[in-house]
């Protein structure tokens, strides 16, 4: 076996670089999660809809964002669209890639999550007399908040994982930054354990607030 | 011939068995009746080897069934056992809830065990349903097929764990007759139960279980009808 | 001299080669991924908890880093200690442990959905445990789990593009070789995604056909 001498060093000197890449990593995951979450509201109510139309539409998204590797997603964006002359640049793809994934899943986990409270809630609330927001903003709305907070917090921990592929277009996030770091001082091994140690952090730490948010936030029975 | 010899079981600090005496000769049917929580069900995993002992010994034919040297799976051959839960194999037909352990446990042929099947399945009248998935049936019909599916490894004893319990009450009668069909087929039988009427009965000896003790023991018309111990006749008066 | 040279018949039989890459590795990292996945699920069913916490550690692992860090990393590896492999050879090892990771939770699920009871009763008729979960546990477990394996598979087919970063010629990598080529990036593009979304969709609707059809 050829011993390889690790050197620490210059990942150290690097490591506000780094930091600087998790932070674009959680930037783009984040804000491709929230404009995700809106968009798979209309979608999910679209796809519910009566409208033949809307219901098609919200079907196709869904199933394109489902069925299609996020990278091919990515290269659409990047390259797909620049061939109309909308040059997006590596951030906005991978944004624009990520937000069109998320809103896909995320639209059956609201479907799913709706469709999974009986109706006899429904009922039950509007004979105690609330009227129809009420029973949704106290009955319906909680019930599923519940049953779609931990695929939710999947989706993101997706998120952030999948912003890596951003290294495959030059991005500036964690990986790319990586990536960059050692294609200049080839300690691709160093940096890249480095890189992987964060992404690992950065999902326990995600994880771990989610559970403290849903220990506050949901406080009687988890059904 | 089944010998319970002053048998101890404890889950953590409560002791459920407290000191059990209890014989079962070839042929005899035993019911074992008394109130939620007595040690009546852990008596039966204790006989059958799913639960182990504190205390005591339990032989079978003279086989010490709680000595480690002891083939646990050759044991349960022996003892046919069925529960409050019917516990359906979901994944396989009547017919094959019923042939598997012959097969793999008896290593008989598929023929075989599928004949073996067969008559017992038949026997408990389920004879024209080999075919279809247990899921789809009665509760009184896949108890019936649990009792089948014990009968088809061709055990001298049965074990019966409150059979009735689990079921709508109309659906009860046809698992008693089961069992009456049993009994006249001469088999040995140990019955946990609720119903007192059933064990008039069918019983040789009725065993009433007090907090892991036996309280009373004897003919049914000794203990049901002529019951000496004040607490027995608590326990019957309320469940009469 | 015209740099960019269009897409020509000739392009067809390159592609073909990217489309039986992906479906090969793809093949492989499942398979392997479902063996590897079923034996450590049963065991973290069945075992004790230094087994679960030791297994559910390096898969957290497994799960919690990019999977193309992972690829990266491995590579660059077993190259810097001298043992240099084909991407194809290190791209199935990654995606297969990558799979697994994500296996082991289906069938501990479908294991853990055996009801005890009915263990039990396997036991009562005189079962030896390897008997019962031959049977029993393991029929009654699997049935449950077709709809999260195909799940798992299906995403296994999508991330298979992601070997391409260590050089592995499948599918994407065809195509974006291509297109720097001939620039002709939608057409391309359009086809590939066609692709996965031919074989992956009806593949989805198919499990959740079967998901339906147990739930009833």
């Keep these: ?223 | 011939m089944i010998e319970i010899k002053g048998v101890h079981k404890s889950f953590g600090d409560l002791e459920v068995l407290k000191g059990i005496d209890l014989d079962v000769k070839k042929g005899e049917v035993v019911s074992i009746i008394g109130a939620s929580g007595s040690g009546k069900s852990t008596l039966l995993y204790c006989i059958n080897a799913i639960e182990a002992i504190n205390g005591g010994k339990i032989l079978v034919d003279g086989v010490d069934v709680h000595d480690k040297n002891t083939d646990k799976n050759q044991l349960r051959q022996n003892l046919g056992m069925v529960f409050q839960q019917w516990n359906s194999f979901p994944h396989l037909t009547v017919l094959e809830n019923a042939a598997l352990a012959p097969q793999v446990v008896k290593g008989f042929s598929k023929e075989k065990a599928e004949e073996i099947a067969t008559k017992e399945l038949t026997h408990v009248g389920l004879g024209d349903k080999l075919h279809e998935y247990p899921t789809k049936m009665s509760g009184g019909q896949q108890q019936r097929l649990a009792i089948a599916r014990a009968l088809a490894m061709d055990p001298p004893y049965m074990l019966f764990d409150e059979v009735t319990s689990a079921l709508d009450p109309e659906l009860v009668g046809e698992v008693l007759d089961t069992l009456r069909l049993l009994r006249d087929d001469g088999m040995t039988m140990i019955c946990v139960t609720h119903e007192i009427a059933f064990a008039k009965e069918v019983s040789d000896k009725v065993a009433f279980f007090h907090k892991g003790l036996i309280e009373e023991m004897g003919t049914p018309q000794q203990v049901l009808e002529n019951p000496q111990k004040e607490r027995t006749k608590q326990f019957l008066s309320k469940v009469l | 001299m015209n740099l960019f040279t269009p897409i020509s018949w000739n392009d067809a039989g390159f592609i073909l080669t990217g489309v039986l890459n992906t479906v090969y590795i793809s093949v492989i990292a499942i398979f392997f991924g479902t063996i590897l996945g079923l034996v450590l699920g049963f065991a973290r069913a069945e075992g004790n908890k230094i087994v679960n916490m030791c297994l559910g550690g390096v898969l957290d692992i497994l799960k919690s880093v990019p999977l193309i860090i992972q690829l990266i990393l491995f590579s660059t590896f077993i190259g810097a200690m001298g043992y240099p492999l084909e991407p194809f050879v290190a791209g199935s090892i990654i995606l297969s442990l990558y799979t697994m990771a994500f296996m082991v939770e289906v069938f501990r699920s479908g294991f853990d959905n055996v009801p005890a009871a009915t263990k039990k009763a396997a036991r009562s008729l005189g079962m030896s445990y390897w008997q019962t979960v031959r049977h029993i546990s393991i029929p009654i477990g699997m049935r449950s789990v077709l709809p999260s394996w195909i799940g798992v598979g299906l995403s296994v087919i999508k991330d298979s593009a992601l070997v391409s970063v260590i050089g592995y010629m499948e599918l994407l990598r065809t195509a974006e070789q291509l297109i720097s080529r001939s620039q002709q990036a939608v057409m391309i593009l359009v086809g590939v995604g066609l692709f996965y979304f031919l074989i992956s969709y009806p593949l989805s609707l198919y499990g959740k056909y079967i998901e339906r059809k147990m739930t009833r």
């Design chain 1, 1 to 223: 076996m050829d011993s390889y001498n690790f050197h620490w060093n210059v990942v150290w000197d690097a490591f506000p670089q780094l930091l600087g890449g998790a932070f674009t990593t959680l930037h783009v995951s984040v804000l491709s999660m929230l404009v995700g979450i809106v968009a798979a509201v209309f979608l999910a109510l679209g796809k519910m809809s009566n409208s033949k139309i809307l219901s098609l539409l919200s079907s196709i998204w869904i199933e394109l964002s489902r069925n299609t590797p996020a990278l091919f997603l990515i290269y659409m964006a990047y390259f797909g669209l620049g061939a109309y002359g909308i040059h997006l640049s590596p951030y906005l793809s991978v944004f624009a890639a990520l937000v069109f994934v998320n809103g896909g899943y995320l639209a059956e986990t609201f479907r799913g999550g709706f469709q999974s409270i009986p109706p006899t809630q429904y009922n039950a609330a509007r004979s105690l007399g609330m009227n129809r927001v009420q029973a949704y903003r106290h009955i319906i709305l909680p019930q599923m908040f519940r049953r779609i907070y931990h695929p939710m917090t999947n989706q993101f921990i997706w998120s952030i994982l999948m912003s890596s592929l951003g290294i495959l277009v030059g991005m500036n996030d964690l990986s790319g930054e990586t990536q960059r770091l050692q294609s200049s001082s080839f300690r691709t091994l160093e940096f890249f354990i480095v890189a992987a140690a964060m992404y690992y952090v950065i999902a326990k730490l995600v994880l771990f607030a989610a559970h403290l948010v849903s220990k506050r936030v949901f406080k009687g029975e988890l059904s």
